[in-house]
């Protein structure tokens, strides 16, 4: 996706009624040959919670790194506000770090290491200690307070490293896949936990992972980063019901591609056609499981049907996904209700406007 | 999981190994600290603390003790001044030369402790490299005695000698500091000075204090540098050892002195390794 395009997409930016935190002009990076980030501008609003999502190798991390001060962006600026935030150091940037392994101080204790930022900063000891108190109560962490971070588990040291961090109001708070060490129970408790957080605290959080189920659960917005470049910029909702590419469709949930070709308003696509406003020529849809199903019979304006036979059938609980062949090497995934009794020959059938028109990804590395 | 034959096969060895060199040597010289010398030159088998109590009453034996604690005590403070900025230095700083400096740290421990001694002498003495210098741009007229035959001499040849001593459990410390914990350092607001204060410093302490040890207790125990470069007033507790086994022949008052020796050093390691267990943490 080229800048010209992504600045027409309102997404890019945050919503009109909140003033921008951060500004990302046109950041690069390079390590010798290996080019991690190219020209990504991205703006971060107040108290919002932006999700910066992209597999291994992405350069999410690195994005994240450059933001905090830890790595130099090869061009591209950095801006909050009126300053220019790329050439300060990093303990002079008002933004504070939850690292992946917490990074506690091991030598300190969980109440020193949550004092550390207002001890450096040389704060009267009193006003130290209450907000310490403070910080380490919001984190139900009072308990703890003079155990050393060896003596404490996983999910507790996440805490106490989310204390340390907030306890010095930070005006952004950067997470770098901070929920990635701990196991799936847990994990699922502290995306609930740390989304309430940041909605009492005000704070805006920019959060790095690969989990695109965690960065739906939690984001205000969800920017996709894609071989070192932003892929889709928007909300849960519209990334994942209006993908822009199809890596994004892929890459997020389930999705069927279906390549066609529009010719004189209609597409067709292997066996099916439906009328459709795109100009002539080829074609790319995404089609989600959820929106394919099993024909009820009764015909209805705007659907398009398609018979095939199930190759297979994966039980998800309340919901289970079926493939089914539908000839011409076109085989479809639907979900559908759990089922136990399917016929090998089942008719699908999908609104014409569930089909959504995406790009075709541009082939990286 | 190992059979018991097996595991004797296997820890035999070593234990014969400490019996022999190590554990009948000590108990025969805890043996001889008892004994005592005949006027005939012959060592008497009978038991008593007379040895202990000489070294008790005669200052000689104290002020060499002193005075050797004195040469170690420096020798082990300018080992740490100088391993340490190097250390912290290579291992925070020297990117991709730091594997070829630290080769060139370690290279000095091949070449003979008698060599690296003798170096000093050449250059010490006086119509040493130094003194030959000094005399000719005219700094001094007369070479510099107390450059030879002192404990300044003792003092500088162990800091040469011991100082990788020192640097090596220092930089093996400094290089376990996960860097991480200094970026969050920096993280939190802390300068590089604070950070190198409040974190990477306290996190090297165990390096600093094994180091520390290594230079302190080498040193007390040195013998060649007092005998080669240390002249009368550079005397240490083990050229008095030596002398006792050798030339004076009274084994048993030597012995008696080897055994305070140890349990001075055996004390002292044993704090030490209570400290570096303090500070700990992985």
Redesign the interface.
């Known amino acids: 996706m080229s800048a010209t395009t992504r600045a027409h997409n309102p997404a890019e930016h945050p919503s009109s009624d909140k003033s921008i935190l951060l500004s990302i002009r046109n950041v690069a990076k390079t390590f010798g040959r290996n080019v991690v980030l190219r020209d990504i501008s991205l703006e971060i609003a107040e108290g919002e919670f932006l999700t910066i999502l992209g597999e291994s190798g992405s350069g999410k991390t690195t994005l994240l790194r450059i933001i ?3 790595e130099h962006a090869t061009s591209g600026e950095l801006w909050m506000g009126a300053e220019r935030l790329d050439q300060q ?4 940037r008002k ?3 939850v ?1 992946q ?1 917490y ?5 300190l204790t969980v109440e020193e290491n949550v004092a ?2 207002l001890r ?2 040389k704060r009267p000891e009193a006003e130290i200690t209450q907000r310490v108190a403070e910080a380490l109560d919001k984190v139900k962490m009072t308990s703890h307070a003079k155990a ?1 971070p ?1 003596q404490i588990s996983g999910g507790q040291q996440q805490r106490v490293a989310l204390a ?2 907030l306890v ?1 109001r930070p005006k952004m708070l950067l997470l770098d896949e901070p929920l990635s060490a701990l196991d799936a129970n847990l994990r699922r408790q502290m995306q609930v936990e740390l989304k309430a957080l940041q909605r009492e605290v005000g704070i805006a959080f920019v959060f790095v992972t690969h989990d695109q189920e965690e960065a739906m659960v939690m984001s205000d917005r969800i920017a996709l980063l894609r071989s070192g470049e932003l892929e889709q910029v928007a909300t849960p909702r519209e990334i994942y019901g209006r993908p822009a590419t199809a890596y994004v469709a892929q890459f997020i949930g389930h999705t069927n591609l279906l390549s066609g070709e529009v010719r004189g308003g209609v597409v067709r696509c292997g066996n099916l056609s439906w009328a459709i406003t795109l100009p002539d020529g080829p074609v790319l849809f995404s089609l989600r499981p959820e929106h394919l199903h099993l024909s009820s019979g009764a015909e209805s304006p705007g659907t398009v049907r398609v018979r095939g036979c199930v190759v297979h059938q994966a039980f998800h609980g309340a919901t289970e996904l079926i493939r089914v062949d539908c000839g011409a090497g076109m085989i479809l995934t639907a979900r559908t209700a759990s089922e136990s009794r399917l016929q090998q020959d089942v008719e699908l059938q999908f609104r014409a406007e569930d089909a959504v028109p995406v790009k075709q990804s541009a082939e990286r590395r | 999981m190992f059979s018991r034959a097996y595991k004797t096969v296997v820890t035999a060895p070593p234990l014969i190994w400490v019996t022999v060199f190590l554990l009948i040597p000590y108990l025969l010289m805890f043996c001889y600290s008892f004994w005592s010398v005949s006027p005939t030159q012959t060592i008497v088998h009978s038991w008593n603390f007379d040895n202990y109590k000489e070294l008790l009453q005669k200052g000689v034996y104290w002020q060499t003790l002193l005075r050797s604690m004195g040469i170690a005590a420096r020798v082990m403070l300018f080992s740490l001044v100088l391993a340490y900025p190097l250390a912290y230095f290579l291992s925070f700083y020297a990117g991709a030369r730091k594997d070829l400096l630290y080769q060139l740290v370690i290279i000095p421990l091949w070449v003979s402790y008698l060599v690296r001694a003798y170096a000093w002498k050449t250059i010490l003495g006086s119509d040493g490299v130094l003194n030959t210098l000094l005399q000719y741009v005219h700094l001094t007229k007369h070479p510099l005695e107390f450059l030879l035959y002192s404990p300044f001499a003792v003092v500088l040849t162990l800091t040469h000698i011991y100082t990788p001593f020192a640097f090596l459990p220092i930089y093996a410390a400094l290089e376990h500091v996960p860097r991480n914990l200094v970026e969050a350092s920096h993280d939190l607001g802390a300068t590089p000075a604070q950070t190198f204060w409040k974190i990477i410093f306290p996190l090297s302490i165990p390096g600093v204090v094994a180091g520390a040890t290594f230079a302190f207790v080498l040193s007390l125990g040195d013998f060649l540098a007092p005998l080669l470069l240390g002249g009368p007033s550079g005397i240490m507790i083990s050229n008095i050892v030596v002398s006792l086994f050798g030339a004076a022949y009274n084994w048993p008052l030597g012995a008696a002195i080897s055994l305070g020796m140890l349990v001075l050093v055996v004390s002292l390691l044993f704090f030490s390794e209570r400290i570096e267990k303090k500070w700990s943490f992985s």
């Open positions: 905090a001060g830890f150091p990093p303990y002079r933004v504070n770090t690292f392994h990074a506690l101080f091991p030598h550390y930022g450096v900063a050393k060896s340390r961090a010095n």
